[in-house]
């Protein structure tokens, strides 16, 4: 077992910082609770009951954690997890040719 996870590695780790301001704006976005809504401010309660729409906060936290989780996999993915060495392709060649 631990042989198997020690083979684990990533081709780009340095794509792993990308991960920071995302777990930076996730950090903030669950500290920030606004208000239910800027129109609490200004109109008569009995009215807010048909001018907000019900369900649009649990809504927008979905969509926000939906998008934070596609962001990290997608981070992870572009970091190159692998399990075998294997070396990144440069632009040089092996055999330069002059012409």
Known sequence: MSEFISNF???RP???LLLLPVVA???KFLRYTPNKSSWEKVCDKK?????????SSS?????TYLTAAGLIFSIIAISGPAWKKKEVPTLSSDNPVMI
């Open 9 to 11: 590695h990533f081709i």
């Open 47 to 55: 009215l807010l009951e048909f001018l907000l729409v019900k369900g």
């Open 25 to 27: 704006m996730g950090w």
């Open 59 to 63: 809504l927008r936290k979905f969509v």
């Open 14 to 16: 340095w794509y792993l």
